[in-house]
């Protein structure tokens, strides 16, 4: 067990879940930032510096970090190291933000995890000129816990950005960058660039960065912030890299170069070039942790990424007619999506379920879904931060057309619709012969179409 300073006796511990979740959503969302790592600092401090116990490797970028972190993960593993893993935001409950040896936490555990840290929290809201966020408190229940188990080497995804993220009280022994392209421009900036230079922050002196394939002016400041720091710097497409790929029933068959060796005929149960890309960044990512010499088994690999999944990721969740749920909430992310869906389904009809958050790109979302989808039904996910269904209807009729649009806000009756259309039955004016849907548009999109589907909410 960790040592942690005695726990404070007015502190009254949580029983359940839903109490813990209360309790955190009670404390500032994860949206509403003030860039200072002062509190979260002071936090880890009381805590016993959980984040000093293990090695780590830690995530940025604006697109596959979750994925890569996952692939990451199952790689580590492979090699009979334990781990600690933490992704957000969930899909559907909170428990999956934190996972050790590759499984969330479950209800008790996670209680566990509050209950260790809780008594902290009031010690740092009532030193800090603002209170301990949601986020921040999760981070710490993580780190904790993660100690507590204790981990070999904990996998940590950002939040957001890099250097003013809570995550960033790491020093981690590899830092990886996926693709960086406009998203969260109100809080990282408008230009690829200056996304890179907040990002770059995760990269910390003497560290191993290994970056993913990105814009010029992102390449230019990742590799200026490496320089300043003596970090040693891998590139995809110079250093390592996707050596070829073949779309195959439920998912492709890839070839990898890594840093110091290639992997051949290594079958990847996840669709898209995009997720080629993630599995030799996250495999690069790997091999630098282990260090100069190190040449993982080809068949190690192989099984190891057999075993993939990243829910909520072109995951198919139901046949007849076949539904997939995609996280895509940016244009890069849903340009990504297009091509994976051209590159490895076949639909007569693809009926898209959108649902998106009122802060987001939400014209060039719906441009780099256009050529893919057939038809639209505009749905409204249950959070205040959801753009109305009657606004994004206006939005995508004029991109789509007035007759490819539908506007359906309860998310529910919004998936029986898509349905029903993708299966053909006549509805209105838009029979569309047999094909399938996607659910997409933001994370909490899915993660409410995933509850319905797998819980009978939903035909």
């Not at 260790?116 to 780190?143: C, I, K, N, R, W």
């Not at 109100?186 to 200056?194: Q, V």
């Amino acid at each position: 067990m960790t040592d942690f300073p005695a726990l404070q006796p007015e502190a009254r511990a949580a029983q359940t879940y839903d109490e813990v979740e209360d309790a955190l959503l009670s404390r500032w969302p994860e949206t509403r930032l003030e860039p200072s790592l002062d509190r979260i600092r002071a936090f880890c401090e009381l805590l016993g510096d959980p984040q000093r116990s293990y090695r780590s490797i830690h995530l940025t970028g604006t697109n596959g970090k979750t994925s890569t972190s996952r692939m990451v993960d199952t790689l580590l593993r492979a090699l009979d190291l334990r781990t600690g893993r933490f992704t957000s935001p969930h899909v559907e409950r909170m428990t999956e933000r934190i996972s050790i040896d590759g499984e969330p936490l479950d209800d008790e555990a996670f209680v566990r995890a509050f209950n260790d840290v809780a008594p902290y929290t009031h010690l740092v809201d009532a030193d800090q000129p603002h209170p301990l966020s949601f986020f921040e408190t999760v981070v710490g229940m993580a780190y904790a816990a993660f100690a507590d188990a204790p981990v070999d080497v904990a996998v940590v995804e950002v939040g957001m950005g890099g250097s003013w993220d809570a995550t960033n009280v790491l020093d981690a022994d590899v830092a990886v960058v996926t693709p960086i392209s406009v998203d969260h421009a109100r809080y990282l900036g408008e230009t690829p660039g200056a996304i890179a230079v907040e990002k770059s922050g995760i990269i910390k002196p003497g560290a191993f960065a290994v970056l993913a394939q990105q814009p010029l002016e992102a390449a230019t400041a990742l590799l200026r912030h490496a320089a300043d720091v003596g970090a040693t710097v891998a590139r995809e497409g110079l250093e390592f890299g996707v050596v070829s790929r073949t779309p195959a029933v439920g998912g492709q068959l890839v070839s990898l170069q890594a840093l110091r060796a290639r992997y051949d005929d290594v079958f990847l149960p996840l669709y898209g070039a995009h997720q080629a890309q993630n599995a030799v960044v996250a495999l690069a990512a790997v091999e630098a942790f282990l260090g100069d010499t190190a040449v993982l088994d080809a068949d190690l690999v192989r099984a190891a990424f057999a075993e993939a999944t990243s829910p909520g990721r072109l995951e198919i969740i139901r046949r007849s007619p076949t539904i997939l749920l995609d996280a895509a909430h940016n244009p890069a992310g849903a340009e990504a999506t297009g091509a994976a869906l051209e590159d490895s389904f076949q639909f007569s009809a693809l009926v898209g379920v959108l649902g998106v958050m009122a802060d987001k790109d939400v014209e060039g979302l719906l441009a780099a879904y256009e050529p893919h989808l057939t038809h639209v039904v505009c749905a409204q996910p249950r959070t205040e931060r959801a753009m109305s269904a009657d606004r994004l209807g206006e939005l995508a009729a004029e991109i789509f057309g007035e007759h490819r649009v539908s506007v359906v806000p309860r998310m529910a009756d919004a998936l029986d619709v898509a349905a029903t259309l993708a299966e053909g039955a006549d509805a209105g004016d838009h029979p569309l012969g047999a094909g399938a849907v996607l659910v997409t548009g933001s994370v909490v999109t899915v993660g409410e179409a995933r509850s319905l589907l797998t819980r009978g909410g939903a035909r």
